[in-house]
T-cell receptor, first 112, second 117 residues
């Protein structure tokens, strides 16, 4: 099956710093989503981005499907950004684009 | 505009009991997915259902686990004779179609946390 690797596994920042999270995947995808799992366990959709670039406030994401990677940018980080960031992809040959393979996540800690 | 609704949010069961987790998809969505997040592990796909049909159950354990999505009512994930290793967060997701188009995001519920004692 498709493999998803995220880096770095852990990231510690001071409030106000910028960061880039990376997601590499091993095969063609029909879906790529970034999620934030907050300390209460809730999974929050950040971006649906199988290709191209999107921005939402302090967050932006870019997926280069031909090179099989995606980047999530967090600017001016805040303590509320802490949590785990997951990249998840849908295999282009799969039964549905909702059948996602998740990476292991990046644990982000933002200190005040 | 309610999102994906899961209940119960937290469930405690003794070993050997049955656990039933419910998921109501977003309004208009007829595709439902169940995922499991075991402690210290990432989220793993379990099953994909459409109304009255199981489309892909390649991630479901072979025994004790079953899922349904009836014509009326929520999708149910059923775990029989629970064991401690079933303790996990179970997430449900829904989509409008089976193919991404026009930015159709997969929406996740807030999860159901099962603890087996």
């Amino acid at each position: 099956g498709i493999q998803v690797e995220q880096s770095p596994p852990d990231l510690i920042l001071q409030e106000g710093a910028n960061s880039t999270l990376r997601c590499n995947f091993s095969d063609s995808v029909n879906n790529l989503q970034w999620f934030h799992q907050n300390p209460w366990g809730q999974l929050i959709n950040l971006f649906y981005i199988p290709s191209g670039t999107k921005q939402n406030g302090r967050l932006s994401a870019t997926t280069v499907a031909t090179e099989r990677y995606s980047l999530l940018y967090i600017s001016s980080s805040q303590t509320t950004d802490s949590g785990v960031y997951f990249c998840a992809v849908g295999d282009a040959g799969g039964t549905s684009y909702g059948k996602l393979t998740f990476g292991q996540g990046t644990i982000l800690t933002v200190h005040p | 505009n309610a999102g994906v609704m899961q209940n119960p949010r937290h469930l405690v069961r003794r070993r050997g009991q049955e656990a039933r987790l419910r998921c109501s998809p977003m309004k208009g969505h007829s595709h439902v997915y169940w995922y499991r997040q075991l402690p210290e592990e990432g989220l793993k796909f379990m099953v994909y259902l459409q109304k009255e049909n199981i489309i892909d159950e390649s991630g479901m354990p072979k025994e004790r686990f079953s899922a349904e999505f009836p014509k009326e009512g929520p999708s149910i994930l059923r775990i029989q004779q629970v064991v401690r290793g079933d303790s996990a967060a179970y997430f449900c997701a829904s989509s409008l179609t089976s193919q991404g188009a026009s930015g159709n995001t997969i929406y996740f519920g807030e999860g159901s946390w099962l603890t087996v004692v």
